[in-house]
């Protein structure tokens, strides 16, 4: 009795989170910027080595 109840609650659990998601490509919501293409902002020279002067 104790072994059909795990396998019927293991069955119960495994179905209920394959049953979620969704089945085609992540679309954009309207109005939504991402992603975008930031500038390009080079560093300083201080800033690449990590020492301050």
Same mark, same amino acid.
């Given at each position: 009795?104790?072994?059909?109840?795990?396998?019927?609650?293991?069955?119960?659990?495994?179905?209920?989170?394959?049953?979620?998601?969704?089945?085609?490509? /992540?679309?954009? /919501?309207?109005?939504?910027?991402?992603?975008?293409?930031?500038?390009?902002?080079?560093?300083? /020279?201080?800033?690449?080595?990590?020492?301050?002067?």
């Amino acid at each position: 009795m104790r072994a059909l109840l795990s396998l019927v609650l293991a069955a119960t659990l495994a179905l209920s989170v394959a049953a979620c998601g969704r089945k085609g490509n /992540p679309e954009a /919501p309207e109005g939504s910027t991402y992603p975008r293409d930031y500038p390009y902002t080079p560093m300083s /020279p201080r800033a690449e080595t990590g020492r301050s002067k």
